[in-house]
């Protein structure tokens, strides 16, 4: 299969979106801005946000939860698929690829990037979409640096159930099968990439892609180990996901 959407949308973010904030938490993106889509025409300012306070550090914008303090980011989530493949994406919005989805949530992915840079994270594809580069392209750019970036930051992500009255947190990796190895993922960060305003559509809700396990250049996280370019790598491990429509929350939290 081809790779999902890596040709020509690398620097199409918005460099500030429209914000109200209440009580106390800083704000370095205000105003509006109209953001470059790939094609050089201009985006639409980006909706407005609100984000509420409902803790002495923590906020909510939409159905995410997040901690000023910590860092640490709340998604409500259901688990879509427990066995089989290939999968895709770790999380999807419900009218995404859910065919190809280990987790569903209804949390927009704009609202996702606005906490993003909330609580300061860094977004960044470096190189991790190079693997899709002619080769005689792959080198030049090596050679000459040029349209060299750094990649975002690493973000850990793990999974929260309840189970017998308790509250378990779990590698979300754990519940994706690695067909080479035949053996759970293992657990290893994911990379802030951060998605795009084309057209004056923001990426990641358009087509609903949020987590990737294949590289997508729209989705907000990639995944950066090995075989992250082979979409019939990964499926989901029955040994170990819960059962379909068991709601949990994902939680990501500053990789150490």
């Known amino acids: ?34 953001a470059e889509s790939g094609n050089g025409s201009e985006a639409a300012p980006a909706p407005e946000a609100r984000v509420t306070k409902i803790g002495e550090h923590r906020y909510r914008l939409g159905e995410i939860t997040f901690d000023s303090k910590d860092r640490e980011i709340r998604i409500p989530a259901v688990v879509n698929m427990r066995e089989g493949g290939p999968i895709e994406y770790l999380l999807v919005h419900e009218n995404g690829a859910v065919h190809e989805a280990l987790l569903t949530t209804t949390v927009r992915g ?61 590698p ?18 994911w990379i802030l990439t951060g998605s795009h305003f084309y057209n004056g559509n923001f990426l990641a809700d358009t087509e609903g892609s949020l987590i990737g396990v294949y590289l997508d250049q ?14 019939e790598r990964w499926g989901a491990n029955a040994d170990a996901t819960p059962e379909v429509g068991r709601k949990v929350t994902l939680v990501l939290r500053p990789a150490k």
């Open 1 to 34: 299969m081809h790779p999902r959407r890596h040709e020509s949308r690398r620097s199409s973010f918005p460099g500030k979106l429209s914000l109200l904030l209440m009580a106390g938490l800083a704000l370095p993106l205000q105003g509006q801005e109209k």
């Open 110 to 170: 704009l609202d996702l990037q606005i906490v993003f840079k909330l609580l300061r994270f860094q977004s960044g594809e470096g190189d991790l979409f190079d693997t899709f580069l002619p080769e005689e392209e792959r080198r030049q750019k090596i050679e000459t640096g040029e349209g060299k970036t750094q990649r975002g930051d690493a973000v850990s992500l793990v999974v929260e159930i309840e189970k017998e009255g308790k509250t378990r947190e779990l």
């Open 172 to 189: 979300v990796a754990g519940w994706i099968l690695d067909a080479e190895t035949g053996k759970a993922m293992t657990d290893e960060p």
């Open 218 to 231: 729209v989705a907000l996280l990639n995944m950066s180990r090995k075989g992250a370019e082979n979409d």
